[in-house]
């Protein structure tokens, strides 16, 4: 089992720039595939990004492709969602999970494989 927390949303303008950071403790964090998820209100929640255990392979939503960068460095446990050029409809709360996968370099795009979900960090964009 894995504990998830998030850290890093706020509020910030059209343009700017977060970086969300997921720290994880129990089992080992690089047996598990981590990815990116957000829910704005009245939405459901939403792929945003994933990466493969080892960080190798990574998937992004279409809305994101070229704004966003999902990493993760094994050794401080910790995964992250680089986010720049942000616009109002980035806004939502994102929440990391992760899926344990035997594969080093699967990514998993399906929230349907994630067995363990943070609290969430809300993220909201003005215009």
């Known amino acids: 089992q894995v504990q998830l927390v998030e850290s890093g949303g706020g509020l910030v303008q059209a343009g700017d720039s977060l970086r969300l950071s997921c720290a994880a403790s129990?089992?080992?964090?690089?047996?598990?595939?981590m990815g990116w998820f957000r829910q704005a209100p009245g939405k459901e929640r939403e792929f945003v990004a994933a990466?493969?255990?080892?960080?190798?392979?990574?998937s992004y939503a279409d809305s994101v492709k070229g704004r966003f960068t999902i990493s993760r460095d094994n050794a401080k446990n910790t995964g992250y969602l680089q986010m720049n050029s942000l616009k109002p409809e980035d806004t939502a709360v994102y929440y990391c999970?992760?899926?344990?996968?035997?594969?080093?370099?699967?990514?998993?795009?399906?929230?349907?494989?994630?067995?363990?979900w943070g609290q969430g960090t809300q993220v909201t964009v003005s215009s």
């Open positions: 999970a992760a899926a344990p996968t035997l594969g080093v370099f699967r990514v998993v795009a399906s929230s349907h494989e994630y067995e363990y």
């Open positions: 129990g089992r080992t964090f690089s047996t598990y595939a």
């Open positions: 990466t493969s255990r080892n960080g190798g392979s990574t």
